[in-house]
């Protein structure tokens, strides 16, 4: 079955590291997002990319970097410059604007 | 900016009907709507574009009114599995595409 795999599922890093987390989509879906989850927030966009080797910053990108290589990969590095990196990321892909995204089932970060 | 949801929390009882509101103070081109369980992913529920239309799903349909910039969920005859968070995204004309989310309604659909 198509769909979008992240791992690890719960991560859990000491400050000051950097941390990297994976997502991988079968759905040859062009378009990929990465978003982060608050309690009470919502979830918040902080990179995406609509092509191969070009993503854009989101309206929370510091802190943050993503490369997109390979159109079936979105890592997101979490580096330690975010100031507050513990939270829920989620990682989304989507075919064409018209359509609705399908998310991975997420991974939790926890930075001590 | 985030579009506003309205109400942020609800409780009904199995059977009950509910309304869900999101507003965005920018012109929109198309509506997201997404559920939410706790501890999972986001599911795409459905897209309202540019045009005023009303779609549906079973029971769950939206409306979007692009001239207020406003989208509403309708939930009719509820369910126990429509328990969880709901969410609409919005992209707005010049975003480039990218879809903001509100921050959220909990639904609690009691027995």
């Known amino acids: 079955d198509g769909g979008i795999t992240q791992s690890p599922k719960y991560l859990f890093r000491k400050e000051g590291q950097n941390v990297t987390l994976s997502c991988e989509q079968n759905?040859?879906?062009?378009?990929m997002y990465w978003y982060r989850q608050d309690p009470g927030q919502g979830l918040r966009l902080i990179y995406y990319?609509?092509?191969?080797?070009?993503?854009q910053k989101g309206d929370i990108a510091e802190g943050y970097s993503v490369s997109r290589e390979k159109k079936e990969s979105f890592p997101l590095t979490v580096t330690s410059a975010q100031k507050n990196p513990t939270a829920f990321y989620l990682c989304?892909?989507?075919?064409?604007?018209?359509?609705?995204?399908?998310f991975g089932s997420g991974t939790r970060l926890t930075v001590v | 900016q985030q579009p506003v949801q309205s109400p942020q929390a609800v409780i009904l009882r199995e059977g009950e009907d509910a309304v869900i509101n999101c507003s965005s103070s920018?012109?929109?081109?198309?509506v997201h709507w997404y559920r939410q369980k706790h501890g999972e992913a986001p599911v795409f529920l459905m897209i309202?574009?540019?045009?005023?239309e009303q779609k549906g799903h079973e029971k769950i349909s939206a409306s979007f009114n692009e001239k207020k910039q406003q989208s509403s969920l309708y939930l009719t005859a509820s369910q126990l599995s429509y328990s969880g968070t709901y969410f609409c995204?919005?992209?707005?004309?010049?975003?480039?595409?990218?879809?903001?989310f509100g921050k959220g309604t909990l639904l609690t659909v009691n027995p």
């Open positions: 989304a892909s989507s075919i064409s604007q018209a359509l609705g995204y399908t």
């Open positions: 759905l040859n879906h062009d378009a």
């Open positions: 990319s609509q092509i191969v080797n070009d993503f």
């Open positions: 995204g919005t992209v707005s004309g010049g975003s480039n595409y990218k879809l903001t």
């Open positions: 920018k012109a929109l081109y198309s």
């Open positions: 309202l574009l540019k045009g005023g």
